[in-house]
């Protein structure tokens, strides 16, 4: 259980045009989903909090205008990036807490996103 | 907001022998500390965890061990195997509320020569 579907895979995609990345929560409901960005050899950062509803919480340094999120429903939460540039080349992933007898975090499979 | 340092950066070891991976955390509300392995190009798989109310935890060949008062918790990896090389991150959050995020150490890639 507390599975996250997160898609796509791997996307490879022109400078200055946009990719949508989503995470659906497939047997449980995520009201908050955390998008975090890991370069190569690095670690998790994390990018910005989904809350189902409201809007995203960012970290400094991320430009809310270029990943746009949206959470519209408590089983769906989307990642833009907008105009995307070469240094947006990434592995996108997300997170949702969970319950299963204890709190716990869940993982989406990751995005592979280059920019070329 | 909460920090997590995480040491050694790499870490190679023999077939058979132990590893151990050390973090520290500045947030004493902090009250579970997950820790990851992540093969390349994966999401982060869940290999052991601890809650702030036991100061040792143990599955078979890992064991973590939480020390509340220096704030500090570490991965212990007894008769290495090949498959264990991987990178590894510690994680620190409060679980209270939904949206306190994970945060997490930097990362330890752990290599075992066979």
């Known amino acids: 259980g507390a599975v996250v579907s997160q898609h796509p895979s791997r996307v490879i995609c022109k400078s200055g045009t946009s990719v949508k990345i989503e995470c659906r929560s497939l047997?449980?409901?995520?009201?908050?989903m955390f998008w975090y960005r890991q370069f190569p050899k690095q670690s998790l950062m994390l990018m910005a909090t989904s809350n189902e509803g409201s809007k995203a919480t960012y970290e400094q340094g991320v430009e809310k205008d270029k990943f746009l999120i949206n959470h519209a429903s408590l089983t769906l939460s989307t990642l833009t990036v907008t105009s995307a540039h070469p240094e947006d080349s990434s592995f996108y992933i997300c997170?949702?807490?969970?319950?299963?007898?204890?709190?716990?975090?869940?993982f989406g499979s990751g995005t592979r996103l280059t920019v070329v | 907001g909460e920090n997590v340092e995480q040491h050694p950066s790499t870490l190679s070891v023999q077939e058979g022998d132990s590893a151990v991976i050390k973090c520290t955390y500045s947030?004493?509300?902090?009250?579970?500390f997950p820790w990851y392995k992540q093969e390349l190009g994966k999401r982060p798989q869940l290999i052991i965890d601890i809650r702030s109310n036991v100061g040792e935890k143990k599955d078979q060949r890992i064991a973590v061990t939480l020390n509340k008062t220096a704030k500090h918790f570490s991965l212990h990896i007894t008769e290495t195997q090949p498959e264990d090389s991987a990178v590894y991150f510690c994680a620190a959050t409060m679980t209270n509320n939904a949206g306190n995020m994970l945060t997490f150490g930097g990362g330890t890639r752990l290599m075992v020569k066979p």
């Open positions: 947030d004493s509300a902090s009250n579970y």
């Open positions: 047997d449980f409901q995520a009201t908050t």
């Open positions: 997170s949702a807490r969970v319950w299963t007898g204890n709190y716990g975090y869940t």
